[in-house]
Nanobody
């Protein structure tokens, strides 16, 4: 099992940018698929992006496509989420999640075995 720690969340104005980081420890991270989810107050978890073990395959939810970019640096055991053109509706707690797998198509919460504690992103209008 791998331990995940998210960082980078803060208050930002609409139109601004943030980069979230998900640092992994405990196991070799290069053979893990990783996803970013978010949960806004009173709402369900929303999958927003996934990346496969090599970084060569990514997926984005329609709500963030063209604004967010997921990437990874396996040498640093870290996955990133670059968020541009932020909107108030992006306000949520952002979680990274992982599973030890070389596959590419994991879109559901219960498909991921490891979760971070979350980082708060607040976008003011």
């Amino acid at each position: 099992q791998v331990q995940l720690v998210e960082s980078g969340g803060r208050l930002v104005q609409a139109g601004g940018s943030l980069r979230l980081s998900c640092a992994a420890s405990g196991r070799t991270f290069s053979n893990y698929a990783v996803a970013w989810f978010r949960q806004a107050p009173g709402k369900e978890y929303e999958l927003i992006a996934t990346i496969n073990w090599s970084g060569g395959n990514t997926y984005y939810a329609d709500s963030v496509k063209g604004r967010f970019t997921i990437s990874r640096d396996n040498g640093k055991n870290t996955v990133y989420l670059q968020m541009n053109s932020l909107k108030p509706e992006d306000t949520a707690v952002y979680y990274c999640a992982s599973r030890e797998d070389y596959g590419v198509s994991y879109y559901y919460r219960d498909q991921y075995t490891d979760w971070g504690q979350g980082t708060q992103v607040t976008v003011s209008s």
